[in-house]
Structure formats: C-alpha cells, structure tokens
C-alpha cells in the first residue's frame, strides 16, 4: 500500500456538504481547527467509500490515519495537521478517533437491523463531530444531549436523502430492516427508479421518528454561551426541520430531496432570526455582541 490518503480523495470539499462547515457566523479563531478535523474526516469518509479499494486495504488506510493523527507515524498530513491543531487547543484526538470507528463500520457494516441499531451508529458517526465543535468553544457538556439528537437528526436525514445512491452504489442499507418489513418494502425496493407505496411509507415514517430527535434538540441553541455558534445551530435546526418536512413530501428515489442554494441562504436568515429571538427572550437577557473577526 503506497498511496497515501490524500490521493484516494473524491474532490469533495467542505463547500459541497448538505450542512455548513465553519461557516463565517463561526468565529475567525475556531475555523482553522474545525477545517483541520473536517479535512480529516472528508479524507476518512473518502476511503470508506472508494469505489474500487479493497475492504482490507480501506481498513489499512484508516489505520494509518489514526496513527498519524496520534503521533506513532507522520505518514498521513490530514492527521498531522490535525494533531498539531488539537495540540495547540489541548484538545483531545477522542472525536476523531470515535468518526474512525464509524467509517470501519461503512466498510464492514452494510445493514441495520433496528432503529437502536441505527442510533448505534450514529454515536460514532455524528454525535462527535457536534461534541467536537463544542469542546473547541469551550461549552458545557450539559450541551450534549441535545447535540447527540441534532447530530443524530442531520445523520438519519442524510441516510434518507442518498439511500438509493448508497444502496446502488455502495450497497448500504441504513434504513434499519425491521422498518422496511413492517411496510412489506424489500432491500430491493431502494434500487428502483422510484419509491414503491411501500418504501415511501417507511421513509415518512423515519422522517417522522427524525422530527421527534429535532424536537429533542428544539432548545439547543439556547443553551450554547458563544453567541455566534448559537445563530449556526440555530441555522442548522431551520435547515434540518425544513428537510424533514421535504422528505415527507417527496421521494428521494424520483425527486429532488435537497435543497438549492437560495433555498438554503433563506432558511439560513429565517434561522439566524429565530436564534436571536430565542436568545432575546431567553429569560430577559442581552444578546452578547459577536466580536468581530
């Protein structure tokens, strides 16, 4: 194995993620070490999804990020950069390490059984990325309860959005089995050109357990201190409960289930709004003035 990470990359950048990455409403002095860990963790999903890698040499390379991010090797320089960045921070590398786990189980894992099953998942491959973003900022860890069900929301909603790509392509299911046989919808279902009554009946029914998670995490952006990441959770909330309502709606295997740019840019100022109202209102208190970067 002589290629290194970087040359397995798909050319997917922060820019083309369905929820913002240190956006400019994230203070100036945050960005670069989320940016590090994001390019680490786009790195690692890359690999996990390489269409031609073997199992075993996806498994390798995994492994060699993780010992560069740990310091036992310099091979990789996503986890150099990383390692440095948490360094200076004295963060932990335990968030990165916990998304490691999660693309072992994309290329191990292809079906869950349960929608337990499924949220096992998600403590890996979403819940640290939002404990990440927090730690950076110094906030509680009373915060994460209502992140794990945010993060777990976005996860479960992009699942539903690509799952006849990931079915097609990868042959992942992530849609848990028993939900497909309670509607009487095969695996199979997922590779046609559109959604049987069946499969659009368990696909609503997901997105609605995934509003009563976004229910759970209504109150996030008030608990966050930093006045500028309240307003992106907030934004992210908007954007998150506007998608669930669209995966009601539509199928994700005919129609499109994303949203376009402006439609993200408007539900971003309609988010940034509600989380200032929120903050206003929350108890009588004066917003903090952001500082400037």
């Not at 939002?130 to 996860?155: I, K, M, Y």
């Not at 050109?193 to 368990?202: D, G």
């Amino acid at each position: 194995m002589t290629d290194s990470a970087a040359a397995l990359r798909s050319g997917k950048g922060s820019r083309d993620e369905n929820f913002p990455v240190a956006s400019w409403l994230v203070h100036r002095r945050h960005r670069g070490v989320i940016l590090a860990f994001y390019e680490f963790v786009r790195v690692a999903d890359d690999i996990a999804d390489h269409p031609t890698l073997s199992e075993h040499h996806k498994l390798a390379h995994l492994d060699r990020l993780e010992r560069s991010l740990l310091g036992t090797t310099a091979d990789e320089s996503q986890g150099v950069a990383l390692r440095t960045a948490l360094a200076e921070r004295g963060l932990s590398p335990r968030h990165a390490q916990d998304l490691l786990t999660a693309f072992r189980l994309d290329v191990t894992k292809r079906r869950y059984a349960d929608f337990d099953d499924l949220i096992g998942y998600c403590i890996y491959s979403a819940m640290p990325v939002g404990r990440f973003v927090l730690d950076v900022h110094g906030e509680s860890r009373a915060t994460w309860p209502a992140n794990d069900a945010l993060c777990a929301a976005l996860q479960i909603i992009n699942h539903l959005q690509d799952c006849g790509a990931d079915y097609r392509n990868l042959d992942r299911v992530y849609i848990p089995l028993d939900a497909l046989a309670v509607e009487g919808a095969p695996v199979e279902a997922l590779g046609e050109a559109c959604a049987s009554r069946a499969l659009r009946a368990c696909i609503v029914k997901l997105a609605q357990r995934t509003a009563a998670l976004l229910d759970q995490s209504s109150d996030f952006s008030r608990q966050i201190r930093d006045p500028r990441l309240a307003l992106e959770v907030a934004f992210i909330q908007t954007l998150a409960e506007r998608l669930v309502r669209v995966l009601q709606a539509r199928d994700p295997l005919s129609e499109p289930v994303h949203l376009a740019k402006p439609a993200v840019a408007a539900l971003g100022l309609f988010g940034i709004a509600r989380g200032l109202w929120g903050r206003l209102s929350r108890g009588g208190r004066t917003i903090p003035q952001p500082a400037r970067d």
